[in-house]
């Protein structure tokens, strides 16, 4: 019985491995409600909760955060510095205020908090939430571009709305990462594997992101197009 465990968990991981390197560029556009233009609160909300789930980049760095918060110490916690970060930046974005090379430092915050896990070594709390939230500036500025590209439509409400998708879908999520590492595969310590071989999964990605993103600022340094 264990051993069928065993091997059920070696596949489930090779599975997501796997889909990690198959997926094409395209799968990291983001359209939640298929272009319409957000209007209504519930409109926000929909879109919030779409975005995440919509973009492999953002859906990975939420689940390493998960479970890298979870050796901390303070699972619970620890991901709310990201989630904080990621409001603000997306607020800011929202108000006009955007960062730079944002898609740059997202294809990075997979690599680095991917390779933490991938490496076994549990962050203390305090540097783990500097990362999540640095790194949630660039995201939450992402994810503020559909706010900001729909600035006509979008008023107080569906921004509203759209924060709170944002915010409670990814939290959960991250806590959700971290209570399947510890009690569906066992992982209580950063040295298991299952959470080794997800932090794999994530560094593979954001080495992907990171090579593509080296490669477009290079093309267009020389003044070339793909």
Same mark, same amino acid.
């Given at each position: 019985?264990?051993?069928?465990? !065993?091997?059920?968990?070696?596949?489930?991981?090779?599975?997501?491995?796997?889909? =990690?390197?198959?997926?094409?560029?395209?799968?990291?556009?983001?359209?939640?409600?298929?272009?319409? @233009?957000?209007?209504?609160?519930?409109?926000?909300?929909?879109?919030?909760?779409?975005?995440?789930? %919509?973009?492999?980049?953002?859906?990975?760095?939420?689940?390493?955060?998960?479970?890298?918060?979870?050796?901390?110490?303070?699972?619970?916690?620890? @991901?709310?510095?990201? +989630?904080?970060?990621? %409001?603000?930046?997306?607020?800011?974005?929202?108000?006009? +205020?955007?960062?730079?090379?944002?898609?740059?430092?997202?294809?990075? !915050?997979?690599?680095?908090?991917?390779?933490?896990?991938?490496?076994?070594?549990?962050?203390?709390?305090?540097?783990?939430?500097?990362?999540?939230?640095?790194?949630?500036?660039?995201?939450? !500025?992402?994810?503020?571009?559909?706010?900001?590209?729909?600035? =006509?439509?979008?008023?107080?409400?569906?921004?509203?709305?759209?924060? =709170?998708?944002?915010?409670?879908?990814?939290?959960?999520?991250?806590?959700?990462?971290?209570?399947?590492?510890?009690?569906?595969?066992?992982? !209580?310590?950063?040295?298991?594997?299952?959470?080794?071989?997800?932090?794999?999964?994530?560094?593979?990605?954001?080495?992907?992101?990171?090579?593509?993103?080296?490669?477009?600022?290079?093309?267009?340094?020389?003044?070339?197009?793909?």
């Amino acid at each position: 019985m264990l051993s069928n465990i !065993s091997r059920f968990r070696g596949k489930f991981f090779a599975a997501m491995l796997a889909t =990690a390197f198959t997926v094409p560029t395209a799968a990291f556009a983001h359209h939640p409600l298929g272009g319409m @233009p957000m209007g209504t609160f519930a409109h926000g909300v929909l879109s919030g909760i779409g975005h995440p789930l %919509l973009g492999f980049d953002h859906l990975f760095f939420v689940i390493a955060v998960g479970i890298a918060a979870l050796y901390t110490g303070r699972a619970l916690l620890a @991901p709310a510095a990201y +989630i904080v970060a990621m %409001l603000a930046g997306c607020f800011l974005m929202a108000s006009g +205020i955007g960062l730079p090379m944002k898609e740059t430092v997202i294809g990075l !915050s997979l690599l680095v908090v991917g390779g933490i896990v991938l490496s076994g070594r549990a962050l203390a709390l305090v540097p783990a939430m500097a990362i999540f939230a640095a790194f949630g500036l660039f995201h939450g !500025s992402a994810f503020g571009n559909a706010i900001a590209a729909q600035e =006509a439509t979008a008023g107080a409400q569906v921004l509203i709305g759209y924060l =709170a998708g944002l915010g409670i879908l990814q939290y959960a999520i991250a806590v959700t990462a971290g209570w399947i590492a510890r009690n569906v595969f066992k992982a !209580s310590e950063a040295t298991a594997i299952h959470a080794r071989l997800a932090g794999a999964v994530v560094a593979g990605v954001g080495l992907f992101l990171t090579l593509e993103n080296a490669e477009g600022l290079v093309l267009g340094a020389l003044g070339w197009t793909v």
